[in-house]
T-cell receptor
Framework: EAGVVQSPRYKIIEKKQPVAFWCNPI?????LYWYLQNLGQGPELLIR????????DSQLPKDRFSAERLKGVDSTLKIQPAELGDSAVYLC???????????????FGEGSRLTVL | SQQGEEDPQALSIQEGENATMNCSYK?????LQWYRQNSGRGLVHLIL?????REKHSGRLRVTLDTSKKSSSLLITASRAADTASYFC???????????FGPGTRLSVLP
């Protein structure tokens, strides 16, 4: 079974340029998360989707960040324009929420490492 | 803000020794999870312990949870060089399925 797939793995851009990250979750997973991880820190939630609905985007800087999850499957995270402080790893995770004993386990992709120059 | 706080921030041990990491959190939880992250990779789920459980085992891993102290510990027995990684605790709050991660413990197992 394929895991969570993210692309690109690495991206280097100049500040003020736009950038987009793509995530394909595990088939059948209804919940999708985007996390930001700074060097030496734990992941911080940016946005959580339940199917195609963004149920928690309180930590998403909406002036420059946007996300979408069309048809409740793949998702894209966009930054426009990028700033120097956006350099980080952007992690996508998915899970299947059904209230059973495995509820809550997150499956992470390898992440997209962004460097803003 | 991060609810979980791991302790210590970094740990260096010899192969074969046991490694213990602690996690403290602030609010009520439904469950607590531990994840491992190898350098440059995504996080991998290790074990989940529910708020009504006190101890759980999985292979060389032993997790305890003390809800009265709002703390958990992860014990890795007979450590191997391949256990070198960062370990994170994550808590799920009572209001939904938001997972809050701590800053992690960086474990180095020396051969």
């Amino acid at each position: 079974e394929a895991g969570v797939v993210q692309s690109p793995r690495y991206k280097i851009i100049e500040k003020k340029q736009p950038v987009a990250f793509w995530c394909n979750p595990i088939s059948g997973h209804n919940t999708l998360y985007w996390y930001l991880q700074n060097l030496g820190q734990g992941p911080e939630l940016l946005i959580r989707y339940e199917n195609e609905e963004a149920v928690d985007d309180s930590q998403l800087p909406k002036d420059r960040f946007s996300a979408e999850r069309l048809k409740g499957v793949d998702s894209t995270l966009k930054i426009q324009p990028a700033e120097l402080g956006d350099s980080a790893v952007y992690l996508c995770a998915s899970s299947f929420s059904w209230g059973g004993p495995n509820t809550g386990e997150l499956f992470f992709g390898e992440g997209s490492r962004l460097t803003v120059l | 803000s991060q609810q979980g706080e791991e302790d210590p921030q970094a740990l260096s041990i010899q192969e074969g020794e046991n490694a213990t990491m602690n996690c403290s959190y602030k609010t009520s939880i439904n469950n607590l999870q531990w994840y491992r992250q190898n350098s440059g990779r995504g996080l991998v789920h290790l074990i989940l312990i529910r708020s009504n459980e006190r101890e759980k085992h999985s292979g060389r891993l032993r997790v305890t949870l003390d809800t009265s102290k709002k703390s958990s510990s992860l014990l890795i027995t007979a450590s191997r060089a391949a256990d070198t990684a960062s370990y994170f605790c994550a808590t799920e709050d009572n209001y939904g399925q938001n997972f809050v991660f701590g800053p992690g413990t960086r474990l180095s197992v020396l051969p």
